[in-house]
């Protein structure tokens, strides 16, 4: 069996639900499938222990990100304060999300949204990040509630839904709408049978329903 690669990115600053929901939905998926997923943590610097928001919890990449793999590349967003002072040092969430839209991984995500062998899935303030670096103008996805406005400034068509599916780019708002979009990639990708074993195990039900550019009423 060909297996599909999951590349959930790393970057300084992540926040470990964003990162640990889709990794564990996503896992279990893959063994209901026989293991037909090969979930891994990457970064962009390559192998090694990367820092989270919250200070006391670190996570391991195994790999560089690789934008030539087929299969997923999932975007975690930042966990921090919301308010602060950048000039004093506090590193607040836009503080956060804006190094990692300026960071090396963003090359290689913008290969990766090039790659239609590849969807990249973004959650919460990663969507945000994306569309900081100019990655997403022209798109349509969502972000946290408290990013829509700013989502929306950078030339994405900003939704305000829990799972927005544009294609090659699913994008889900909200810290727990990881949980969202990795049933949601299941079910789209791999049929609902894989889905709904996750969510009997998990005892989780997805929540809202998944806006779509494509069908009847699509612009």
């Known amino acids: 069996m060909t297996q599909v690669h999951v590349q959930i990115v790393l970057f300084d600053g992540f926040d470990p639900l964003d990162v640990i929901a889709p990794f564990e939905v996503l896992t279990a998926g893959s063994q ?26 670190t996570l391991t990449a195994t790999a560089s990100l690789d934008p030539d793999v087929p299969g997923y590349v999932v975007v975690p ?7 602060g002072d950048p000039d004093a040092g506090d590193e607040t969430i836009p503080v956060l999300l804006g190094r990692f839209a300026q960071s090396d991984a963003m090359p290689l995500i913008r290969r990766a949204l090039d790659n239609p062998k590849i969807t990249v899935a973004a959650f919460c303030g990663g969507s945000l990040a994306l569309a900081m670096a100019g990655l997403l103008e022209g798109r349509t996805a969502t972000t946290h509630v408290l990013g829509i406005d700013m989502l929306d400034a ?66």
């Open 154 to 219: 950078t030339g994405v068509t900003a939704v305000r839904a829990r799972v927005v599916d544009d294609g090659d780019l699913v994008s889900g708002g909200g810290v727990t709408s990881g949980l969202d979009v990795a049933l949601y990639l299941l079910e789209r990708d791999f049929g609902s049978q894989a889905a709904h074993a996750v969510e009997e195990l998990f005892e989780y039900e997805r929540r809202g329903t998944t806006w779509k550019t494509t069908g009847q009423h699509a612009a």
């Open 32 to 57: 209901f499938l026989g293991g037909a997923l090969a979930v891994e943590f990457v970064s962009a610097s390559g192998p090694g222990v990367v820092r989270a928001g919250n200070s006391q919890i």
């Open 77 to 83: 967003g930042a966990v921090g304060p919301v308010d």
